[in-house]
C-alpha cells in the first residue's frame, strides 16, 4: 500500500497568517492527491482535488501544489473558520486511497 | 441538493455484522464512486474501501478485505457497507462519500453524516 505522511503534526498560528502544510507519499501518485478539512463531530469537507484544483465552493485562499510524492497546502491568509484539521488523500491506486495523519491547526 | 444520507446509529456485539446504508439523492448516482472511510474517536481517516457504482467494480483495503462487503442498489440509488466477525476496534464513525465522475476524478465532495458502530459485549 502506499503511504502518506504529513508535517507538520500540528501548528498554531494567528488569524491572518499564511499557512503551509506538507504531504507526502511513499511512491509517485501523479496528482492523485486530494484535500480535506475536517471540524470537531463532522464528515470531511474536500478542498483540493487532482493536486491543485480548488473545489466548488471553496475560498481561493486555499490552495494546493505538487505532483508525484511531494504536495502542498496553502492557506494564504488564515480565518478563523479556518481552524481544523487537515488530512491529505492518495486515489491514485487500489487497494487502498491511504489518508495521512492529519495536520491540527488551532489558535496561537 | 446532493447528498448522502447515512443509516442510524448501531451497537454490536462481538463477533456479529453490521450493515450501514448510505442513500444519494440530488445527483446521478449511477454515474458515481462511493468510497467508505471510518474514523475512530481522536483517530485519523481510515479507508475501507469503494465502488464504482455503475460498474459494481469494488476495491477494498487489505486490512478489511476478509470482512467487508461493499455493494449497491441502484433503483434505490443506495450504497451499503457490511463488516463482519465485528471487534471493539471496529469501534467508530464510519462515512460514506461520493464522487461523480464513474470514478475517474476520485474527487469525494459528496459526505454522509457519518453513522456511529459501538462493538460491545
Known amino acids: 500500500d502506499i503511504q502518506m505522511t504529513q508535517s507538520p503534526s500540528s501548528l498554531s498560528a494567528s488569524v491572518g497568517d499564511r499557512v503551509t502544510i506538507t504531504c507526502r507519499a511513499s511512491?509517485?501518485?501523479?496528482?492523485?492527491l486530494n484535500w480535506y478539512q475536517q471540524k470537531p463531530g463532522k464528515a470531511p469537507k474536500l478542498l483540493i482535488y487532482?493536486?491543485?484544483s480548488l473545489q466548488s465552493g471553496v475560498p481561493s485562499r486555499f490552495s494546493g501544489s505538487g505532483s508525484g510524492t511531494d504536495f502542498t497546502l496553502t492557506i494564504s491568509s488564515l480565518q478563523p473558520e479556518d481552524f481544523a484539521t487537515y488530512y491529505c488523500?492518495?486515489?491514485?491506486?487500489?487497494?487502498?486511497?491511504?489518508f495521512g495523519p492529519g495536520t491540527k491547526v488551532d489558535i496561537k | 441538493q446532493m447528498q448522502l444520507v447515512q443509516s442510524g446509529p448501531e451497537v454490536k456485539k462481538p463477533g456479529t455484522s453490521v450493515k450501514v446504508s448510505c442513500k444519494a439523492s440530488?445527483?446521478?448516482?449511477?454515474?458515481?464512486?462511493v468510497q467508505w472511510v471510518r474514523q475512530a474517536r481522536g483517530q485519523r481517516l481510515e479507508w475501507i474501501g469503494w465502488?464504482?457504482?455503475?460498474?459494481?467494480?469494488?476495491n477494498y483495503a487489505q486490512k478489511f478485505q476478509e470482512r467487508v462487503t461493499i455493494t449497491r442498489d441502484m433503483s434505490t440509488s443506495t450504497a451499503y457497507m457490511e463488516l463482519s466477525s465485528l471487534r471493539s476496534e471496529d469501534t467508530a464513525v464510519y462515512y460514506c462519500?461520493?464522487?461523480?465522475?464513474?470514478?475517474?476524478?476520485?474527487?469525494?465532495?459528496?459526505w454522509g453524516q457519518g453513522t456511529m458502530v459501538t462493538v460491545s459485549s
Open positions: 462519500a461520493a464522487e461523480r465522475s464513474d470514478g475517474g476524478v476520485r474527487a469525494f465532495d459528496i
Open positions: 440530488g445527483f446521478t448516482f449511477t454515474s458515481s464512486a
Open positions: 465502488i464504482v457504482v455503475g460498474s459494481g467494480n469494488t
Open positions: 487532482a493536486a491543485s
Open positions: 488523500q492518495q486515489s491514485y491506486s487500489t487497494p487502498g486511497f491511504t
Open positions: 511512491q509517485s501518485i501523479s496528482s492523485y
